[in-house]
């Protein structure tokens, strides 16, 4: 194997100082090989319902990095929807949390939408990834999902718990800036 000239000066000046003590070990020990990560079972995420049909993807975990997750898609279905459909996705569920509505606001309404008709929330939670904070309203009872100035979710039910750390800590809470304004 041929090093670099860099490389074999210092192969050549750390060599002899590990033979002249006989016995020594480099200060750097090689470790067991590691062993690989047991390979994670593919599942089913619906991905876009309607009243007609759900759209069902086969995902695979890759890995993950901070709030990033990758995954691997081995398949799409466009699957009609039935009671026995919307009992093993549980599409009851999502239509409660994503068809809620709050004085007319609803999924996919913009931020300025919201601060029109719900006026000014009484505190705000950022997150670190870019584009998403809540909006907590104590007066209406609600917790609003924002992504890209978007509404996401609407949530009925702001827990004393929560409402105790907004109390005690400021209407501010998360990440200690707030998220920008929406684009006019």
């Given at each position: 194997?041929?090093?670099?000239?860099?490389?074999r000066?210092?192969?050549k000046?750390?060599e002899?100082?590990?033979a002249?003590?006989?016995?020594a070990?480099?200060?750097?020990?090689?470790?067991?090989?590691?062993?690989?990560?047991?390979?994670?079972p593919?599942?089913?995420?619906?991905?876009?319902f309607?009243?007609?049909?759900?759209?069902?993807?086969?995902?695979?975990?890759?890995?993950?990095?901070?709030w990033?997750?990758?995954?691997?898609?081995?398949?799409n279905f466009?699957?009609?929807?039935?009671?026995?459909?919307?009992?093993?996705?549980?599409?009851t569920?999502?239509?409660?949390?994503?068809?809620?509505?709050i004085k007319?606001?609803?999924?996919?309404?913009?931020?300025?939408?919201?601060?029109?008709?719900?006026g000014?929330?009484?505190?705000?939670?950022?997150?670190?990834?870019?584009?998403?904070?809540?909006?907590?309203?104590?007066?209406?009872?609600?917790?609003?999902?924002?992504?890209?100035?978007?509404?996401?979710?609407?949530?009925?039910?702001?827990?004393?718990?929560?409402?105790?750390?907004?109390?005690?800590?400021?209407?501010?809470i998360?990440?200690?800036?707030?998220?920008?304004?929406?684009?006019?």
């Amino acid at each position: 194997m041929s090093l670099p000239n860099g490389a074999r000066k210092l192969k050549k000046n750390i060599e002899p100082k590990f033979a002249a003590h006989p016995g020594a070990k480099p200060p750097i020990n090689a470790e067991p090989a590691a062993q690989p990560e047991p390979e994670k079972p593919g599942f089913a995420d619906v991905r876009e319902f309607s009243t007609k049909s759900i759209r069902v993807m086969i995902l695979k975990p890759q890995g993950t990095h901070l709030w990033h997750h990758n995954y691997e898609c081995l398949a799409n279905f466009d699957i009609p929807r039935n009671a026995k459909i919307d009992e093993i996705f549980k599409v009851t569920a999502l239509e409660k949390l994503y068809r809620q509505t709050i004085k007319g606001v609803g999924h996919g309404d913009s931020e300025e939408t919201v601060n029109k008709t719900l006026g000014a929330p009484d505190a705000t939670h950022s997150y670190q990834p870019f584009g998403f904070f809540k909006k907590i309203y104590f007066k209406d009872d609600v917790i609003i999902l924002f992504q890209d100035h978007r509404v996401k979710t609407i949530t009925r039910g702001v827990s004393p718990e929560l409402k105790k750390e907004i109390e005690g800590n400021g209407p501010h809470i998360g990440q200690a800036h707030l998220p920008p304004e929406a684009p006019e």
